[in-house]
């Protein structure tokens, strides 16, 4: 259960209206690195924990934050929306400045959410699942985790760069604080685990099930060699089970696949068309 | 520019067809961490990289090579397909193992695709470009390939432990050994990188601009104090410019929010509805 | 089966030509609340209709009506786009005016669909049928509808109060009108239906089977006690059948779950990451 | 801000697996009308609120507890998928129960949440914002609130209906009795707000700019006169302010469209194919 | 304005419900080429079309029929689903037939619509605008429109051929059959166009403005000549304006790029990793 | 497989940049036509091609060419976003160049990508595989592709016609140039099938099946009569098997349907409300 306490975590107060920075700052609230996606992601990853009680318990602490950064930036983007213009061409055509804005904020600020945050990104892209991640793997799982929040800190420095307003990087300070605290999180619940198992995910399936001759060679399979001189390409692996290998020549195990003609009910092509029938799927 | 070599990679032959498993195995060509994933985002992340020409060697590398995953993956499924039986519910009642057949294939591989693989994942969801990550920063992008590798594996092994064909856990054990080789690979990349640089992405934004009161702070928002254990609560933490603090009760550093009554021109609600105007914005 | 007539059932001229306007019209014609989605949504719902002939043939003939919408928005959003500039930074930078409508147009309006309307909102997202809500209760639907036409008339209006052209204005006032009659007609055939059986959907369920102790609590789960004071709180409830009370800390009916661990094909975490084997599912 | 406690609101335990039933009770966690519909839903409509504290405040409750809904669902899922079985054509012929159950299953489930619960629905589409409204005028959005809980307890019974599991019976029974509430809730509030205002969303726009003449018409459009014999083609209109009537021939106001030839700079069609330039756009 | 008369164009009565082909039939309705797709196409060609009268008369003639068939599917959906079973494991579980159309069918058929169509294809992914063509040149949408009813007429030929039900086949064999018809008659649209311009679109580009000497190569950019052997590999271009040469090696005509660094501004990766600053950009 | 070269196959270097091009720029590389479409179109034909080697030899060469229009517009995107501004409001302000380009450049391209190419079209939507096509029918997948670069090569044109960049002038009249020759290619691919077999996809499936009554006639569905005049209303069909024949009154071959009630689980409507219970589906 939830329960929900009025204040905000950090103030969320700009200076002054501007519906154009609201747009941009969509971003970080329903775009693909956004709150909504690090709140859902965290919760259903402890809503589907199997795992012992300490990672589930992480995983709840920092959904239920992340969902207070959910409203921070709500409240921030309607302040900002605070008395936007409307209007069309003769609008625009009044004040260069006026026409700036009109020309590029969203206009679902003003015709959908009625000077409101909407959960959509800087474009206006509505937030999907297809974001989040939450396979079981807990060392998969953090691994998403930590990419989440490199992500989003990056966009979150972005947008401090490309605003000049007092309050607003006031609020992204503290973001991007946080964004710090969450990268540090993530990097020690990995260190954790892998501490106990193979770095390789999963750290269960029997290494001599995989094509292992294969396992720690890096395939050349562009011009140039300048990838050679990376350490992927050369040492002991970093799961220190191999030998890193550069392959200048990639090999081509397989043979040319030939596909069997469909049967008739398919109406793929006429047989005239088609090759000869192929004796196929012979091992 | 991209030339095309006949041979696959490797083979991609299942011992009989079954349109069942067919529809499983599109998850790890069109699903969110299928090959068209990987492909695209590593194509994505060498064309837009501004690094050293190492880097963006291994990218188009990488990128080349899963290409050659999702032919595997489409021969392989179109095999699968071979052959297919179609029907409705009459054709379903004759034959238990048909009916279950019918029942759990994919639709569209009769319908849509005439027998052929899909750009879709196991339950039909077409490939969308949602999936992929391309920032422009290096270690936030080897962090999402790491995560993209660690998924994909986990998700092939998922597929081999649900498989008794011979022929489909022969390519599988190659894709499994690849992965190994690419989450390696990342791990690698991601080691270089981190040597040269502080670990909290972007560490080029100087940590004076964030709150860093709250840098290293791990809030309790949740019931029980079982993450109070983890590495993350205590210790020096890991970027090694601060010490982890748990704190039992997280606190709210911002007001309870009142926002603006909206504009006449929103047509929101009545004032009789609203509360009353409060002078506000003020810093 | 359907008969075109070639009058328009409103006229649609603007006054003059403004691509800007263009693509906020849009909202109306693709975006959420827009004409396609009415339009659908009325006609599959009466196509599905399993109920007497005369809320079916009001389905038939409100989903008509929305079909004229369609085409009166599309000619207009067409004849706003007349001479649309077309142009980059270079031409933007001649004339800020040109600069602004280039700014602010949908720039698939002139690479698209050359001049012509799009099945999209304002900024750009397709028409997709994940807006539209066909259940085959009626009840649940007509509510459906009145909403519809409720958040379409307020965006009519938004999009009246943003515009200058008296061309523009006239049809909006047309469809706004239009409105006004379809959330009247909605309201009463509501209150024909709701006449007939209990207000709650569905009526047929029948109530001894849901856990009747709970059916007219209101649960504060936020900090502050205002919502208390609403209708909802207190007294008899809408549909006649119980009291409203209002439940100052809302219990918690469950335990804290406990999940089982997962099997091991699944690959989920290492037995000494995971916590001990629960015995659960016992009831 | 938000807290998190570990007891579920209501029990969420089956009285034994069920991958197959799994499946269809994503619909009601993350479906259109899903729990983490109403939630998002809710909590936007709240934070986006610049009405009175008693609006918000039952914003903020009813979001609380739905989250705490999404919980209840994950959980019963992820319990529901315990043990599923795994497998291709060769495991479902041996057994036509265990054939039904991977035919019938979310393969997802097994390969790609690993036992756990998804942001999707009954057949695998992920959760999406297009979902969600939350416009600013609280009348319009409280009628999509209605519509929600209508939508929302008519899923919830027919999956009632659909199972033989007295743990999920159980489940579903408060989930049923809640929306009972939260239907009676949205009613009162609805109640409320129309006791103020005129009931046509927006009650602020002046109706003499509108098209008054046509504000209370209704157009038949389709063969047939049976929707004559409603409440909505005749009598006092549902506002108060007209007399409802039925135009049996609906008229068109608007002439034939003939639109301009399109700029060259379009390419649109040759002229020799176009018919000739018209002059238009004059009022 | 459109009118709708109450007779089906085609009969759609299935001699016997089945839920099973019901989901494999929405298709045809709601897929990429259903006729929600055809319809939608043909209007938004028409309404958008600045041609002359007898094309944009054309598409609305179609446009209407295409609505007729949304109709007559929705309204076959709807019988098919008459009495479908509702169940979980243990009703599966008595009966293979049962369990086999039970883990085959749509969910959504029972949870959501309520034995209704959908506007969704055959694994319920919900229609999308993405889905449409409509350029404003006749010629391109043409050849959109005859490739539209290519893959739906194969669609339902692929449909004919899964069922065994009478009332199916005879209504597939109407659509067939118009589809027999549309063909040909974009065909012959398509060739009365052609015959007024150059085959390539868009026909007023001046040719001298395209890299002309790589208008009419062939690239062999794969292992294998095989497509040497092609008529376009060979002898006049279909347009009469060129010679098709093969061209064995295909050259490359640019550098390889080398991006500039990114601003500071953007974080993207420490100078440390990047390469030397490059001139560039200069012509 | 697939072997990358590092020369760009044009060049790809604008005279200047130009973020608000880069973003109209966008609707090639990812939009429903853009070479993300055609590269994996193509190439999932071949991969799925049950056909001769000279069409999937074809389908391969194209297929690589395309990917390497991918990495060209990729090149020619990040290169337009060189150093493009960021900011707000106030930024926009001091310069109404500035200004419009802030308005008029795509967000994403500052925050999310750090001045490189998304895989998105014009607006910001993502490419998705909604957008390609691959039946295992030749005839009618080439028909696909033929309008596929009829499509794009008339959004090509339309950006050519919207930029004054010498740079970018001359990469497209490249692209141009191949969407020349590859128009013709498809074309010649046609002609080659459509010499053996009918013209009506699918060509395999007996015609005495279809309702041939219906298969070559006209419906007028709209007002006035000038579709009449078309090829399409007159004369020899042009698949050689039947004459146009123009219908003025399109019959109904249907009935009014009338769908049976719901079962009582699916809870739909009162009976009162109903009609009452009509014996059907008896053929």
Redesign the interface.
Known sequence: ?????????????????????A??LQ?IL???FGE?SVA?QY??QG????????????L??????E??H???L??MI??LL??AP????????QD??V??????M???H???????????????????????????????DF??N??AE??G???A????????????KDML??L???D??H???????I???EA??N???????P?K???????????????????S????AQGR???GL?E?KYVSR?P??????V????????????P????PHIE??K?
Chains 1, 2, 3, 4, 5, 6 share one sequence.
């Not at 009625?114 to 998969?140: E, F, K």
């Not at 005239?272 to 090759?275: E, F, L």
């Open positions: 259960m939830f329960y929900h306490m009025k204040e905000l975590q950090y103030e969320a107060k700009p200076s002054r209206p501007d519906p154009f920075f747009k941009q971003e329903g775009g693909q909504i859902l919760l259903f809503w589907n924990s199997r795992a012992n009680a300490k990672y589930r318990d992480l709840m602490d920092v959904g239920a934050e969902l207070a959910i409203e921070m709500a409240t309607a302040r605070d008395d409307v209007g069309d061409k003769e609008v625009a055509a260069p400045v026409g700036a804005i009109l020309g590029g969203n206009p679902q003003a015709i959908v959410s009625g000077l409101g945050a909407m959960p959509a990104d800087s474009v206006g892209n509505r937030w999907t699942a297809d974001y989040i991640i939450a396979s079981g793997n807990l060392l998969a691994r998403a930590l990419n490199s992500q800190r990056l966009q420095v972005r947008l401090y760069e490309s605003t000049t307003d007092p309050g607003v300070s503290f991007i604080a946080r710090t605290m990268q540090n999180m993530w990097l020690a619940a260190a954790e685990i106990q198992e770095i390789v995910v999963p750290s269960t399936f290494r099930l995989e094509k292992q001759q294969v396992s720690y060679d890096f395939y050349n399979l562009s011009q140039g060699e300048e990838s001189t990376g350490r992927w692996s970093m799961d191999g890193f990639a081509a195990y397989g043979n040319s696949p596909l069997n003609p469909a049967p008739e009910y398919v109406h793929d092509t006429l005239s068309i088609r090759g196929m799927n091992h």
